[in-house]
């Protein structure tokens, strides 16, 4: 196995002999591409440090930037993390989906993983051809996002490949990904002082709700680069993409034609009549749901199109609203 430049990444399907395959490769200490429910990731068994580095020199991710460990099942838990009853609470609400509990880790995980913290965050996903794998390898599996560190999250195989096409070998197709943004993070190393470390698809309300006790964001300050990160992409900027992005409260037609035809667009749901080349639409009739699937893709091929810029309009509301805001104000952050 070798991560050279030469070697271009096969996309293959979810067949019980790609999937025995893919199992094996993990196996061996190979990282491959896997579909989640929430983005690709870029998985390495997570009980072996060396292949958990390959991750790090494929990304170009710093070392100081811990991975997500990803379980077959609940069930696995206490065999890498200690656990704690809240824990158990939001997996029993929450598990198999996209929710990433960060808890003390077992000795099991290596510092490679944790980024020299003493703690690990993990989650069990949803989406069924990565939980066969996960079966069938039979180790827990460390994937941050399959993207260069920095840039726009993958939620397709080919996504995968544009980046990282040189540094993996397999990439496992699922399909697009269902809900398109990174899972929700939530710190419970104090189960009774619970953090929000990223919003997600699962929302503050709903962890509340389970928990019976607020959630707090988590403390706003970035440390420094060269700390292992409490908080997930606590460098501002993150997930961006080349062009720059500039937000709005509101996009109109009115700022669309104020403009030239270099700069993109990019409305939530946009005015009916509006049409052009360099107009595009997240939320038809308002369902953010569809904006967070599509916001990654839309950002992809607007940064490929060589626009100046790309305007877009933010997410009213909250829940889902802010894990889209979230998302738009990294990408759009200098
Ligand atoms: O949806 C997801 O979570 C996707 C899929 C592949 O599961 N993964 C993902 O990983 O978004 P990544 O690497 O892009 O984001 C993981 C974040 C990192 O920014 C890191 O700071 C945080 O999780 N993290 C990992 N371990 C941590 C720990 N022990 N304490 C605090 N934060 C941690
Ligand atoms: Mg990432």
Avoid at 190 to 197: C, G
Avoid at 270 to 291: F, Q, S, T
Avoid at 297 to 307: I, K
Wanted: charge should be positive; include cysteine; hydrophobic fraction near 45%.
């Amino acid at each position: 196995m070798s991560t050279s430049r030469k070697i271009s990444a096969r996309i293959v399907r979810g067949t019980a002999r790609n999937l025995a395959a893919l199992a094996a490769a993990l196996r061996r200490g190979e990282i491959v591409g896997v579909p989640t429910e929430t983005v690709y990731g870029l998985a390495a068994n997570a009980l072996d440090a060396a292949a958990c580095r390959r991750i790090f020199r494929a990304k170009g991710r710093p070392a100081t930037d811990p991975l997500i460990v990803h379980l077959a099942s609940a069930g696995d838990l206490a065999g890498v993390a200690v656990p704690n009853s809240a824990a158990y609470r939001l997996a029993a609400a929450f598990w198999p989906g996209p929710l990433t509990i960060v808890l003390p880790k077992r000795s099991v995980i290596p510092d490679a993983v944790s980024a020299g913290l003493p703690s690990v965050a993990v989650r069990v996903p949803s989406h069924p051809l990565f939980r066969r794998l996960l079966k069938l390898a039979d180790i827990p599996l460390a994937a941050p996002s399959a993207n260069l560190f920095g840039y726009v999250s993958p939620t397709t195989a080919e996504h995968v490949r544009a980046g990282l096409g040189k540094k993996v070998r397999l990439i496992l197709d699922g399909g697009p990904c269902g809900i398109g943004l990174e899972s929700t993070i939530i710190d419970l190393r104090q189960p009774k002082k619970p953090r929000l470390l990223r919003p997600g698809a699962v929302t503050r309300a709903q962890l509340e709700q389970v928990l019976g006790r607020p959630v707090q964001d988590a403390p706003k300050k970035p440390r420094s680069k060269s700390k292992a990160q409490v908080a997930p992409g606590m460098l501002t900027r993150h997930y961006s993409p080349r062009t720059p992005v500039v937000l709005h409260a509101r996009l109109t037609p009115e700022m669309v034609h104020a403009y030239r035809s270099d700069e993109a667009w990019l409305f939530l749901t946009k005015p009916k009549g509006l049409r052009a080349k360099n107009v595009h639409e997240l939320a038809p009739r308002g369902d953010l749901r569809a904006a967070a699937r599509k916001l990654f893709d839309a950002l992809r091929s607007l940064d490929t199109a060589g626009y100046r810029r790309i305007h877009a309009e933010l997410a009213p509301g909250t829940g889902l609203a802010d894990a889209i805001n979230d998302r738009l104000r990294r990408a759009a952050a200098r």
